[in-house]
T-cell receptor, first 117, second 110 residues
Framework: GAVVSQHPSWVICKSGTSVKIECRSL??????MFWYRQFPKQSLMLMAT?????????EQGVEKDKFLINHASLTLSTLTVTSAHPEDSSFYIC?????????????FGPGTRLTVL | KQEVTQIPAALSVPEGENLVLNCSFT??????LQWFRQDPGKGLTSLLL?????REQTSGRLNASLDKSSGRSTLYIAASQPGDSATYLC?????????FGAGTTVTVRA
């Protein structure tokens, strides 16, 4: 149980285009979803937290107009990188927490590798 | 703001040796602490989650200890194998937020 998927697993796009990444909780309802990014050989940094039906809460330094987050249902959250540039190239990982989550545990997706040319 | 530090950043050991990975955090008012494994280019695999009221958790060859008062956790991996080669991340729960350390990259030599 507690499986989280991400799609796509990798994407290459041209500079200036927008890219959407999906995060789904497959076997539970996710009341809260989290988006992280990870640069090579660095740790995960929390970008934003989203609750179903509410606006996302962004961490300091994360541009909300650049990284659009939608959490329209209890099983799906999307991250859209708008007007992507090479510096947005990174590994994006989502996690989800459900009502059943003991001890606030988050369950992680497999990540999406974004490369912007 | 919670700061999580992992030392060493990298570790190389011969097969069969025991591994000791260290994690320290600055704010002891944590909910839980979790250890993850990350293979190159992959997502996170949860290894152990220690509740704030616990002192240790064990799973197979893995044992993790937690000392909240000193802000430390240690992950022990017994009788290491080449398949244990990966990056190990320590993460601390402050209420709903997770703060990650930079990880320890382990190489187990056959």
């Amino acid at each position: 149980g507690a499986v989280v998927s991400q799609h796509p697993s990798w994407v290459i796009c041209k500079s200036g285009t927008s890219v959407k990444i999906e995060c789904r909780s497959l076997d539970f309802q996710a009341t809260t979803m989290f988006w992280y990014r990870q640069f090579p050989k660095q740790s995960l940094m929390l970008m934003a937290t989203s609750n179903e039906g509410s606006k996302a809460t962004y961490e300091q330094g994360v541009e909300k107009d650049k990284f659009l987050i939608n959490h329209a249902s209890l099983t799906l959250s999307t991250l859209t990188v708008t007007s992507a540039h090479p510096e947005d190239s990174s590994f994006y990982i989502c996690s989800a927490r459900g009502l059943f989550s003991s001890y606030n545990e988050q369950f992680f997706g497999p990540g999406t590798r974004l490369t912007v040319l | 703001k919670q700061e999580v530090t992992q030392i060493p950043a990298a570790l190389s050991v011969p097969e069969g040796e025991n591994l000791v990975l260290n994690c320290s955090f600055t704010d002891s008012a944590i909910y839980n602490l979790q250890w993850f494994r990350q293979d190159p280019g992959k997502g996170l695999t949860s290894l152990l989650l220690i509740q704030s009221s616990q002192r240790e958790q064990t799973s197979g060859r893995l044992n993790a200890s937690l000392d909240k008062s000193s802000g430390r956790s240690t992950l022990y991996i017994a009788a290491s194998q080449p398949g244990d080669s990966a990056t190990y991340l320590c993460a601390v729960y402050d209420d709903y937020k997770l703060s990650f350390g930079a990880g320890t990259t382990v190489t187990v030599r056959a």
